[in-house]
């Protein structure tokens, strides 16, 4: 089974002392030791983009794209069918936001069902199964 | 070592010449800057590399609050 990771997992795992930092740091931990199959997008490495931009501290979102893009072995594109199939699920579930419903779209077009996230928004997409890094358990 | 195995490698004409001025000026052939570049490379892709990456990452230690408040930061700089 291949998890997506979203920017959620990225954050948390750089994050100082916070509450998901440590069950991020071993599930990105997991996937440098192939132990989980993981893969994220450009979709997520700009949401880490665009939330350090933001902050007006977008050295500090680059350093964290960086050293995320040399753990996840696979960072999908967005493309333009998976546009399509982000309006589709917008129609479908219309309190979903654009951006959630692109990564859904693009888990979909790897055909990728799990996710790993604190993102509960990701619960609207019902062909999403949803870990949160909360109840994470590293693969025995 | 021995070189027994041949790879060619088509550059952009930029990438060639930019390569070739880092060997004119370090004095090392192309051939060894291709290979160090692969060595790089490979030992960045490792399991211990990535597990590397891991550990840099989580020693950033960045400010980071709610996953709420995280998905609204996100919005409002895609915004801006």
């Not at chain 1, 880490?48 to 050293?67: H, K, N, S, T, W």
């Not at chain 1, 870990?131 to 025995?140: G, S, V």
């Not at chain 2, 800057?33 to 950033?60: F, H, I, N, T």
Request: proline share 4%.
């Amino acid at each position: 089974m291949t998890y997506y990771l979203d920017s959620t997992v990225a954050m948390y795992a750089a994050s100082r002392a916070q509450r998901y930092k440590q069950a991020a740091i071993e599930v990105l931990r997991a996937v440098a030791a192939s132990s989980i199959e993981a893969a994220t997008s450009a979709t997520a490495i700009e949401d880490i983009m665009y939330r350090f931009a933001g902050l007006g501290r977008p050295e500090e979102g680059v350093d964290l794209a960086d050293q995320f893009m040399r753990v996840v072995p696979v960072v999908y594109e967005l493309t333009s069918a998976d546009l399509s199939r982000a309006f589709t699920l917008m129609r479908a579930e219309p309190r979903l936001s654009f951006r959630v419903a692109v990564h859904g779209a693009i888990m979909q077009a790897h055909s990728i069902q799990a996710i790993i996230t604190v993102d509960t928004a990701f619960d609207l997409i019902s062909a999403c199964t949803r870990t949160d890094l909360a109840t994470w358990q590293p693969p025995q | 070592m021995s070189f027994s195995r041949r790879l060619s490698v088509l550059l952009s004409p930029d990438l060639y010449e930019r390569t070739e001025k880092l060997a004119s000026r370090t004095g090392r052939s192309l051939g060894e800057l291709v290979r160090e570049a692969l060595e790089r490379l490979l030992a960045e892709q490792s399991e211990q590399g990535r597990l590397a990456a891991v550990e840099r990452l989580a020693s950033l230690n960045l400010p980071v609050g709610t996953p709420e408040g995280l998905a609204g930061q996100v919005e409002r700089g895609r915004m801006q």
